[in-house]
């Protein structure tokens, strides 16, 4: 079964996203456009990972905690991840999730595997892309640049466990910037 896949979009796609919580497939990817004008910020920020619960109170805060501690200055990378803070607490009512900001330079999750949680969403904003594979196949798909790749985990009620992902490899000297919201 392939994901399910939109016409690129600018905003989150609340109906897509319900129907994938409540539905039998594992994974949903929704393109999306790329943000302009990043290498330059991404270049300039500084390897490191930022994990943070975020309420919804403090989704802004973190965000801009986040961006500052990889020293990412980019005002529409701010917005972007405000928005998706903010939509997937909506989407899922939840009063709390967690945020990882990750700038880096190598591969930390090479295995295929599938995260023990209730649902993650992970988007690359630059570099190489999220990688996944159904059970049984040997095709290994690449996520969009922007795309918003939602994977059910272990822990959700309807979890078939029918697809797996894992961190592409960063070529040397390049850097990837990968977002994953989870709960």
């Known amino acids: ?3 399910t896949t939109t016409q690129p979009i600018t905003a989150w796609d609340a109906k897509a996203v319900a129907e994938f919580a409540t539905g039998s497939a594992d994974v949903l990817v929704l393109e999306r456009r790329s943000l302009d004008h990043l290498g330059t910020a991404i270049q300039a920020g500084r390897v490191h990972e930022y994990l943070a619960p975020v ?11 986040g961006l500052g501690e990889l020293k990412i200055r980019s005002s529409e990378l701010a917005s972007d991840l405000i928005s998706l803070m903010t939509s997937f607490l909506d989407q899922f009512d939840l009063e709390k999730a967690r945020l990882r900001i990750d700038l880096m330079r190598s591969q930390p999750c090479p295995k295929f595997h599938c995260d023990n949680v209730n649902v993650r969403l992970v988007t690359t904003y630059f570099g190489p892309t999220t990688e996944y594979q159904y059970t049984g196949e040997c095709t ?4 969009p640049l922007c795309g918003l790749v939602f ?5 959700h009620p309807t979890h078939r466990d029918t ?8 070529p040397a000297g390049e850097k990837r910037l990968c977002v994953a919201i989870d709960y």
């Open 55 to 65: 309420s919804r109170q403090k989704v802004a805060f973190e965000v801009r905690a």
């Open 140 to 143: 290994t798909h690449v996520a």
């Open 1 to 3: 079964m392939q994901p």
């Open 163 to 170: 697809v797996h992902h894992r961190s592409p490899e960063v």
């Open 151 to 155: 994977l059910k985990g272990g822990r």
